[in-house]
């Protein structure tokens, strides 16, 4: 564990030289302290004018990527699918579906990344295929040995009534069980009917698993982010779940009714992880990244560090600040995420993505370059989604506009499930449809402030979004936020996080209310009474590059500043 002391109200965490958790190297660990940024292909860039982005649209901006500083572009799926839950039901995971483009696009695609000093990084999905899939079609029809990829059980009869296996619930609502009238077996779901999980107790699937692995490799990729890494593996008695203590306040068939003892978090999981970081490490070339998706508890989480998993994604930050959180909530959730990180292991801040709230929505607009300056202070690696660094907030959808499954398949509680207004169009100027195509109808929405907030308007602006992002990824080439010892420290009701090396000095300053405040936090935070201004958000009132007076600070409501004595 790293080293914790807490005195009055500092949390101070002792941060060495971050090693890997796997083999204590950081040789070839290109994604140390640097930023990943997340692209939804959907919704980035649209090259060919029917309303979708696409391959070709991504490759268009990669310019932009490097602009702002990030070390890789993770590319959420491109592979041949129905869409039924646009592109995570894969029918092809060798080939790119048509809306994207072609092999071909990707090839030019990775070529230009590199050219520009990009990695790729590629979604990789492991726990369903599309029920169009051919492995899946022929194991309606029992072919060997894809009879075996996939979970099918027999039916439960009560009262002469056909039923599931047993009360396992999808994460899209209702059961994760559905009839195949053709085989007479129920498949298991954990997501969409469309999207059957795979069975791996079968070593021909795994062999299939890692040739999927290998193509991509060969392609280019650099790395994979594992996604719904901890639904791998079901238990194989196939035991009812038990109910939560939220069962009697929702809505039958609600997945969160259950306590998933024996559809989550199984230790087979993990193992079968350590097989595919043998596997990359085998193949020729530099080391590849492994990135793992799980919503879970703090101790699985971690668990992915010991077992193959470079960057399991810390969803911490994102799901637990609500705006009643005040400076004591962000204290406690860094210091909650610190006190289970295992030694030496490296941190991540993930601070956006195409399945949450975006945080001007959820939270307060201000608070935007609040967590963008976190994840660019704090050791370890940001990963960011597209449009977070503009400061783009979601567009409500009418239950008629929803295009989601989980909305969809919610009802009248659509508002609270669909992922729909996170995923608008990416906006780049005030042109037509926000410069993301040259159609009218997109996909989705775009949103109707995009004609002020856009990219081409931020990058004029000396504290917009886009200039704090920015300026924050720029921070990680610095040895003190590399390597150096972290505070978080709370000062009358604003939050200060503390870095230091030897005689180097970084601070970011929040202040997480709506009311101005006058302190002397040199002396709360033993830092020099004077300091440069490295960046800061419009509210702070502070100029860029001036000479701080910390013993005599002024910061706005909702103000963030960066001071550095470098």
Not at 26 to 42: A, C, H, K, L, N
Not at 161 to 170: A, D, G, V
Not at 455 to 472: E, G, I, R
Request: hydrophobic fraction near 40%; glycine fraction near 6%.
């Amino acid at each position: 564990m790293l080293e914790l002391v807490i005195v009055s109200l500092i949390l101070s965490l002792g941060c060495p030289e971050p090693a890997s958790a796997q083999n204590g190297s950081t040789s070839g660990e290109w994604w140390r302290d640097t930023f990943i940024y997340q692209v939804y292909p959907r919704s980035f860039k649209d090259s060919n004018g029917d309303g979708v982005g696409d391959l070709n649209g991504i490759t268009s901006k990669l310019d932009h990527l490097a602009d702002l500083g990030v070390s890789a572009v993770w590319l959420s799926p491109i592979y041949a699918s129905p869409m039924v839950d646009f592109g995570y039901d894969i029918s092809n995971f060798t080939a790119v579906d048509p809306t994207f483009g072609t092999l071909a696009d990707f090839t030019r695609l990775v070529a230009r990344a590199k050219a520009l000093k990009l990695k790729v990084i590629l979604d990789f999905v492991p726990n369903h295929s599309s029920d169009k899939h051919p492995w899946f079609l022929k194991s309606v029809q029992k072919v060997k040995p894809y009879d075996e990829y996939y979970i099918w059980r027999d039916t439960k009869m009560v009262n002469d009534t056909r039923q599931p296996p047993n009360n396992w619930l999808s994460s899209f609502q209702g059961s994760a069980w559905e009839w195949n009238n053709q085989r007479k077996q129920y498949y298991y779901h954990q997501f969409t009917r469309s999207q059957p999980d795979f069975n791996y107790s079968s070593s021909a699937l795994q062999y299939e698993m890692k040739n999927i692995l290998r193509f991509w490799v060969n392609l280019g990729a650099d790395g994979f982010r594992v996604s719904a890494a901890n639904y791998l593996v079901e238990d194989s008695r196939f035991l009812d779940e038990p109910k939560s203590w939220k069962a009697p306040f929702l809505p039958a068939g609600d997945p969160d009714s259950l306590n998933h003892v024996y559809t989550a978090d199984r230790d087979q999981s993990y193992e079968i992880l350590q097989t595919w970081r043998k596997f990359l490490d085998s193949l020729n070339g530099t080391r590849k990244l492994i990135i793992t998706e799980a919503y879970t508890t703090p101790y699985f989480t971690m668990k992915f560090y010991q077992d193959g998993s470079n960057i399991p994604f810390n969803f911490h930050l994102i799901r637990n600040i609500w705006k009643s959180s005040g400076a004591l909530g962000f204290k406690r959730i860094l210091n909650d995420y610190f006190n289970e990180l295992p030694a030496g292991a490296t941190p991540n801040w993930v601070t956006g993505n195409h399945d949450n709230h975006r945080i001007g929505s959820k939270l307060y607009e201000a608070w935007i370059d609040h967590i963008n300056m976190m994840a660019g202070v704090l050791p370890g690696v940001g990963v960011i989604y597209n449009g977070d660094e503009i400061g783009m907030v979601e567009r409500a959808m009418t239950f008629n506009e929803t295009l989601d499954p989980a909305g969809i398949n919610a009802g009248a509680l659509y508002r609270l499930k669909s992922r729909d207004p996170s995923r608008t169009p990416f906006q780049w100027d005030n042109s037509t449809s926000a410069g993301f195509s040259s159609s009218n109808s997109t996909w989705l929405p775009v949103n109707s402030n995009y004609k002020t907030l856009n990219l081409a308007n931020q990058k004029n602006q000396t504290y917009s979004h886009y200039a704090v992002m920015k300026k924050v990824i720029g921070l990680k080439q610095f040895p003190v936020i590399r390597n150096g010892t972290t505070e978080v420290v709370v000062i009358n009701f604003r939050v200060a996080i503390v870095r230091r090396l030897q005689n180097q000095v970084a601070v970011l300053l929040m202040n997480v209310h709506k009311t101005a405040a006058r302190h002397d936090i040199a002396a709360f935070i033993n830092a020099p009474d004077k300091m440069t201004v490295y960046a800061a958000n419009s509210l702070a009132n502070i100029s860029v590059n001036s000479a701080a007076d910390l013993t005599d600070l002024t910061i706005g409501g909702f103000g963030a500043v960066v001071f550095v004595n470098f």
